[in-house]
T-cell receptor, first 115, second 111 residues
Framework: ETGVTQTPRHLVMGMTNKKSLKCEQH?????MYWYKQSAKKPLELMFV???????ENNSVPSRFSPECPNSSHLFLHLHTLQPEDSALYLC??????????????FGQGTRLTVV | SQQGEEDPQALSIQEGENATMNCSYK?????LQWYRQNSGRGLVHLIL?????REKHSGRLRVTLDTSKKSSSLLITASRAADTASYFC???????????FGTGTRLTVIP
């Protein structure tokens, strides 16, 4: 248990569905991240929130929409996804950028399958 | 790309042997971190080495960093079957929240 909880753990959705992934941390961290992990590819950094403001958006398609209502919660809203979006979606949190660097704590991930 | 690249992609060793994994990166960094991932699960932080450090130890783990070559290595000594997992390096930049990962090394330790 890392202190970062993701729900659901598994999700199967059709291409016309709308669903949301949820991430919650109670570590007092002020930065939260969404990563996408596909087979045989590096982890792709999708979004970064620092102090509830989005600071990074790595050219992610608009069918992925993040939301950070407070420093403890992060959502990833999904709509009209494609089969190639099937992957493991990982949420992480950290204390935030500082001069010395900081480790990230990951959730267990949501295994998403788009049919 | 800012992402690191691990080498080898896969490594299979006998229990008790040492395992060495390498990471190369392209940009200037503030720190480099190693993570472990069991199949289909989240990543777990192992060790962080800062750009002004050259070597760091944690239990059976030894990490080196050569900023002139933009490379790092992770050594796991006296490996155990439970060490079987994927290992990733990640680079962090000064003043930035981003953490960029490589493709990972899949380590299999045979009992």
């Amino acid at each position: 248990e890392t202190g970062v909880t993701q729900t659901p753990r598994h999700l199967v959705m059709g291409m016309t569905n709308k669903k949301s992934l949820k991430c919650e941390q109670h570590l007092g961290h002020n930065a939260m991240y969404w990563y996408k992990q596909s087979a045989k590819k590096p982890l792709e950094l999708m979004f970064v929130y620092s102090l509830e403001e989005r600071v990074e958006n790595n050219s992610v398609p608009s069918r992925f929409s993040p939301e950070c209502p407070n420093s403890s919660h992060l959502f990833l809203h999904l709509h009209t996804l494609q089969p190639e979006d099937s992957a493991l979606y990982l949420c992480a949190s950290s204390q935030g950028a500082d001069r010395d660097g900081t480790e990230a704590f990951f959730g267990q991930g949501t295994r998403l399958t788009v049919v | 790309s800012q992402q690191g690249e691990e080498d080898p992609q896969a490594l299979s060793i006998q229990e008790g042997e040492n395992a060495t994994m390498n990471c190369s990166y392209k940009t200037s960094i503030n720190n480099l971190q190693w993570y472990r991932q069991n199949s289909g699960r989240g990543l777990v932080h192992l060790i962080l080495i800062r750009s002004n450090e050259r070597e760091k130890h944690s239990g059976r783990l030894r990490v080196t960093l050569d900023t002139s070559k933009k490379s790092s290595s992770l050594l796991i000594t006296a490996s155990r079957a439970a060490d079987t997992a994927s290992y990733f390096c990640a680079t962090g930049e000064t003043g930035a929240n981003n953490l960029f990962f490589g493709t990972g090394t899949r380590l299999t330790v045979i009992p």
